[in-house]
C-alpha cells in the first residue's frame, strides 16, 4: 500500500462512496397527474341493422350473337330495306285504268239518276223547294270524293299500316259515342240513331269508318301471322270478339244491315286469310241462328219478316215500301218509260233518291238498263279480285278483297231488298244512293284499290 505523500497518491485521488440518503428524503417519482372528467350519462348504442341498397336497376345484357345470327340479322335489314326502296319505286307506277273508269262511269250514272229520281220530293219536302237540291249536294261530295280517290291512289298503301289500329280504335269511340242516350250530336231518323252531326251541315254514319276500319286491321293482322291462322288461339279468337263488339253495337242503333256487312267483310278477310274450314261451316251455323234471332225474335224486325214473304196482305200500312217498289219494277217492262219519266217518284215511292233508287232505275230504264247497271257493277267487282291476285303482297291483296267483297255484299243486298228477294233492312245502293259522306267514304275505299294496283306484279299478254 503506498504512502499518502506518494505520487501515486497524488495522481489517483481516493474514490469517494456516494452517500445514500435515508428511505424518508428519497424523491418520489413524479406521476402524471390524470385529469378526470365529470361523469356523463350513459348512453345506449345503437347498432344499425344492415339494409341492402338498391342498386340501380341494370337492363339485362344482350346475349352474344354468333357470326351465324348477325349475318343473318344484316341480311334480313337489308332485304328490307330493299323492299322499302322497291316499294317506293313502283308506287310511282300507274293506276288500272279499267277499274278507274269503271268507278268514275258508275258515278256518273248514278249522279244521273239521283238527280232523275230525287227532284219531285226535293221540290216537295225541302224548305228551299229547290229541285236540285239533293243532285247539288251529292256533286259537291261526288268531286270532294273523287279528289280523295285520286289522292289516296297515288299513297304507298304500306303507309295504311301505321292508321290501322288507330283508325279501328277511333270507328269504335264514335260507334260508342253515338250509342250514348241524350247526346246532343247524334241524329235520329225514324227511330234509328246511326248519324253524328250537327244540322244539315255534316252528317256521317259512324258505320261507314267501321267497315274501312276492320279491313284495314284484318289486313295488316292477318298479313302478318301466315301459318298461325289455322289456331283457334291467333286465327278465330281475337278477330271473332273484334266482329262481335263492332257488329253489336252497330246492331244497337239499330242497323242491321251495317252488322250484316261487317260480320260478312270480316269473315271473307279470315277466310281468304287461311282459317280452317271447320270453323268456316260452324260460323255459318252460328250466323245462321244469329239472323234467325234477329229477323223472327227480335221485335225490330219480326214485321218486316211478315210482310216481307206477303207485302199484299198491308199494302197501304207496314207491306206499302216493298208493294210499291214491285209496282215500280214491274211498270218499267223491257225498255222502260224513259230517263225522267217516272211516276212512282212523285212520293208514291218511299225512299226513291235513297234505298230504293234501283226502282226508279228499272221503271225509267227497263229491264235492260238496269241490266246493263248491274254488269257494270258486275264488271268493277271482277276487276276488282283481278287486281287483289295481282297484288305485290299479302296484305295489299287481303285490302282489295275487303274492299270489293264489301261492295259486292252491298250491292246485292239492295238489289235483293227492292227486288223483294230479301227482307227490307237500310241499306243503299254503291255510287247511286243519296248520301254525301257515304259517297265520299266509298270513293275513298276505290282509291285504296288503285293504290294496290300501283304495285301489281306484271302480268304476261295473251
Known amino acids: 500500500m503506498a504512502p499518502r505523500n506518494s505520487s501515486a497518491a497524488r495522481r489517483d485521488p481516493p474514490k469517494r462512496e456516494p452517500q445514500r ?30 339494409v341492402p341498397q338498391q342498386r340501380p336497376a341494370q337492363r339485362p345484357r344482350r346475349r352474344v350473337l354468333s357470326r351465324e345470327e348477325a349475318q343473318r340479322r344484316q341480311e334480313f335489314r337489308a332485304h328490307q330495306q330493299a323492299m322499302e326502296e322497291q316499294s317506293r319505286e313502283l308506287a310511282k307506277g300507274p293506276i288500272d285504268l279499267p277499274f278507274c273508269l269503271l268507278v268514275l262511269l258508275l258515278m256518273s250514272i248514278g249522279l244521273v ?141 239499330p242497323h242491321l244491315s251495317g252488322a250484316i256487312l261487317i260480320l260478312g267483310v270480316g269473315a271473307a278477310l279470315m277466310l281468304v286469310g287461311g282459317i280452317n274450314w271447320a270453323w268456316v261451316f260452324g260460323a255459318l251455323g252460328g250466323a245462321a241462328a244469329m239472323l234467325y234471332f234477329a229477323l223472327f225474335v227480335v221485335g225490330y224486325n219480326t214485321s218486316r219478316i211478315q210482310y216481307w214473304l206477303n207485302p199484299w196482305a198491308d199494302a197501304q200500312g207496314k207491306g206499302y215500301q216493298l208493294s210499291q217498289s214491285l209496282i215500280t219494277i214491274g211498270s218499267g217492262g223491257l225498255l222502260g218509260v224513259g230517263l225522267g219519266k217516272s211516276r212512282q217518284k212523285f212520293l208514291f215511292l218511299p225512299e226513291e233518291h235513297n234505298d230504293f233508287i ?57 238489289i235483293g231488298v227492292v227486288t223483294g228477294l230479301l227482307p227490307t233492312t237500310g241499306i243503299s245502293l254503291p255510287f247511286f244512293s243519296y248520301g254525301g259522306t257515304a259517297l265520299s267514304i266509298q270513293l275513298a275505299e276505290m282509291g285504296v284499290v288503285l293504290s294496290v294496283s300501283r304495285q301489281m306484279r306484271p302480268t304476261k299478254a295473251g
Open 358 to 414: 234501283f226502282a226508279i232505275i228499272c221503271e225509267e230504264l227497263g229491264l235492260i238498263g238496269a241490266s246493263i247497271i248491274m254488269l257494270l257493277f258486275a264488271a268493277l267487282i271482277l276487276r276488282g279480285y283481278w287486281i287483289a291476285l295481282h297484288a305485290r303482297d299479302r296484305f295489299g291483296s287481303l285490302m282489295v278483297i275487303g274492299v270489293t267483297t264489301l261492295i259486292a255484299m252491298q250491292t246485292f243486298l239492295n
Open 21 to 50: 440518503r435515508p428511505a424518508q428524503q428519497r424523491r418520489k417519482p413524479v406521476q402524471a397527474q390524470v385529469r378526470q372528467r365529470p361523469p356523463q350519462p350513459r348512453q345506449s348504442i345503437v347498432i344499425p341493422f344492415p
Open 113 to 253: 239518276m239521283l238527280l232523275s229520281a230525287s227532284f219531285p220530293s226535293a221540290y216537295y219536302t225541302t224548305k228551299q223547294n229547290n229541285p236540285a237540291y239533293y243532285f247539288i249536294r251529292q256533286g259537291i261530295f261526288a268531286i270532294m270524293g273523287v279528289a280523295a280517290m285520286l289522292f289516296i291512289g297515288k299513297i304507298n298503301y304500306q303507309r295504311f299500316r301505321g292508321i290501322a289500329k288507330s283508325l279501328l280504335y277511333m270507328s269504335i269511340f264514335l260507334l260508342v259515342f253515338v250509342a250514348i242516350p241524350g247526346n246532343p250530336v247524334a241524329v235520329t231518323v225514324k227511330g234509328a240513331t246511326r248519324w253524328i252531326g250537327v244540322g244539315e251541315l255534316f252528317n256521317f254514319q259512324p258505320s261507314e269508318i267501321a267497315k274501312m276500319a276492320i279491313i284495314i286491321y284484318f289486313s295488316d293482322s292477318i298479313s302478318r301471322k301466315k301459318d298461325l291462322m289455322r289456331s283457334f288461339r291467333y286465327g278465330i279468337l281475337p278477330y271473332a270478339a273484334l266482329l262481335v263488339v263492332t257488329a253489336g253495337l252497330v246492331a244497337i242503333e
